[in-house]
């Protein structure tokens, strides 16, 4: 399915994008598999500035630095909410996106949160088109992909705890491989996961079921502890008991149960992934049972030592479906994960979703939305 304007006349609400663009040739010189998730930013990003009760000055620009007031309330109390969503280049050619809609929703949600303006969707998913228009050329083949990195700041000058009334929302797109190192897809790799025993990250009433970027500096310290174990990621617990499972610092998490996909269910305190959503529809269209439950980590980790739970996986846009290997207690305490990591079941769902987003098989849920018909890369 391709874009319709659905507002105004051009599908922005009528607010205008001023094209002021630089030439986007491919970026890329080495191999997909070597560059670090993250760091290869493209030449032009969205901008837009909201003053005065409304959004303005839309346009497409030469990726540049933003000159804030050192009293903006996103340097002081994290007035932030971000997104991450993958443009992919299809095997036809066409470059697509991914359910970006459920990011332009998302984001409303975590701006309503924290008290930001929401933007229109259709302004939303325009303004994600025309970036990845201009740097389609930047756009690479499987495994790569374009990662969007839609950002929005509270930018008012005000130091007292208050919402701003002055705010930035931009869009950076970065060339994007594997998000962990030496997992290029279905037969690479699967990483070790660290149990956080003494940190947590949400808490009923907090911002967990939001993407604010202060969800994020809290997970900071436990990452580089995590990292120094050799460990990718930090799995937290709820904080309240600390026994139920929640998800992952970037991702969201899912194990295999008597051969039933299962993930905790959307609390109020993790990310509605849009991964973990897919991944769900997906198992059931091959057949996989798949449920939502509370899953204590008392009764996970005796079901891997016991043979009963089969596979733990690593779930988001970034993640796509990673295998996990073990799980490695704060207290030094390893659990395996027993069988080949990634397992069947994680490498079916790793498959099923990819053939989706790079257009080799038909896109049956209507989950595709085009952006350019089938050209390739160019200088
Ligand atoms: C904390 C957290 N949980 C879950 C996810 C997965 O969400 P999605 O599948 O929409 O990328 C992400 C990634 O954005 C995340 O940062």
């Known amino acids: 399915m391709s874009y319709m304007p659905s507002h ?3 599908g922005t609400d009528g607010l205008h994008i001023d094209m ?7 970026i890329l010189k080495g ?3 070597d560059v670090e998730f993250g760091t290869m930013f493209t030449p032009n990003m969205f901008m837009m500035r909201y003053h005065k009760g409304e959004w ?3 346009r497409v620009e030469p990726v540049t630095e933003i000159r804030l007031h050192p009293g903006a309330t996103v340097l002081h109390y994290a007035q932030e909410v971000f997104e991450g969503l993958k443009a992919f280049r299809q095997t036809s050619g066409d470059i697509v996106l991914f359910r970006p809609e459920m990011n332009a929703r998302r984001i409303n949600e975590s701006a309503k949160r924290l008290s930001m303006p929401s933007i229109p969707e259709p302004l939303f998913l325009e303004a994600v088109r025309r970036l990845v228009e201009v740097e389609r050329n930047n756009v690479p083949p ?3 992909c374009l990662y ?4 929005l700041i509270g930018v008012t000058p005000l130091v007292k705890v208050s919402p701003a009334n002055e705010f930035l929302f931009y869009i950076l797109t970065l060339v994007t491989g594997p998000y962990f190192k030496g997992t290029s897809g279905r037969d690479a790799g699967a990483v070790n996961v660290f149990v ?3 940190v947590t990250r949400a808490s009923r009433g907090g911002m967990g079921a939001v993407k604010a970027g202060a969800n994020y500096s809290g997970t900071l310290e436990i990452t580089a502890k995590a990292f120094k174990a050799g460990c990718a990621q930090v799995l937290f617990l709820d904080a309240r008991d600390e026994t139920r499972i929640e998800e992952m610092g970037g991702m969201n998490v899912c194990f295999v149960a008597d051969g039933a996909l299962v993930t905790p269910p959307l609390s109020g305190t993790i990310l509605p992934g849009i991964t973990r959503d897919s991944l769900m529809t997906i198992a059931r269209g091959l057949g996989i049972p798949a449920r939502e439950e509370p899953l204590d980590i008392v009764a996970i ?6 043979g009963r739970v089969t596979e733990a996986m690593a779930c988001g846009t970034a993640a796509v479906v990673t295998g996990i290997k073990s799980f490695q207690f704060e207290d030094g305490r390893v659990v395996n994960v027993p069988g080949p990591t990634p397992g069947p079941v994680s490498t079916r769902l790793f498959d099923a979703i990819r053939a989706i987003q790079y257009g080799d098989c038909p896109d049956e849920n209507g989950w595709i939305r085009t952006i350019c018909r089938g050209e390739t890369a160019t200088d």
């Open 8 to 10: 105004g006349t051009d």
């Open 20 to 26: 002021r663009h630089c030439p986007s040739p491919p």
């Open 31 to 33: 191999r997909i598999e």
């Open 56 to 58: 303005k000055e839309a």
């Open 142 to 144: 499987a495994p790569g």
């Open 148 to 151: 969007i990195r839609p950002t």
């Open 196 to 198: 956080a025993q003494s």
């Open 301 to 306: 980790i005796e079901g891997l030592e016991s």
